[in-house]
């Protein structure tokens, strides 16, 4: 069994009572923003073995491969995280807006508004990354034909005589 599928399967698919999974849950977050808070404090990419970088950061191995399975879609090359192994080199080589769209798409609060942010991309654009995020999820119907007014087929009819049928 690979690393990322020990990952999902302790994550996802094991019987736990409600306050394990809250509590789960709850470290992993923790350890998440305090991972998110080293690497977008840092001026180069973090790289290194899968091991290597659960060392640096303080965490279990499982939850690192967590975490490279959620950043894996916000860096510029992503890592082979369905094949990975503990001795598999990774870089956490991403793209701030993409990174920052996509904490808001998973609604992630506690990590899209760290502070380390301010250094990586203005206000303003955060303001439109956050935007444009929650507008992609909206659908806007187009605009109503009147029963009484000309065919969109071009037939010269009125709606109602003609595909309002």
Not at 22 to 45: H, R, T
Not at 47 to 68: I, P, Q, W
Not at 100 to 126: I, S
Request: with cysteine; proline share 5%; aromatic share 10%.
């Amino acid at each position: 069994m690979t690393l990322l599928e020990n990952w999902r399967q302790a994550a996802y698919e094991s019987e736990r009572d409600q306050r394990s999974e809250q509590l789960f849950w709850g470290a992993y977050f923790n350890k998440e923003k305090e991972i998110y808070e080293q690497i977008l404090a840092a001026a180069e990419p973090v790289t290194g073995t899968v091991k290597e970088l659960a060392e640096r950061f303080g965490a279990e191995l499982s939850l690192m491969v967590g975490f490279l399975d959620g950043i894996n879609d916000s860096l510029k090359t992503p890592n082979p995280i369905e094949t990975m192994e503990e001795d598999t080199p990774v870089s956490l080589d991403y793209d701030p807006e993409k990174l920052y769209y996509n904490m808001v798409a998973a609604k992630a609060k506690w990590l899209y508004e760290l502070p380390q942010w301010d250094e990586l991309l203005t206000p303003e654009r955060r303001k439109e990354l956050y935007r444009e995020q929650k507008s992609s999820g909206t659908i806007v119907k187009g605009r109503k034909i009147g029963r009484n007014e000309p065919c969109p087929c071009g037939s010269g009819k009125k709606y109602k005589y003609c595909c309002g049928r």
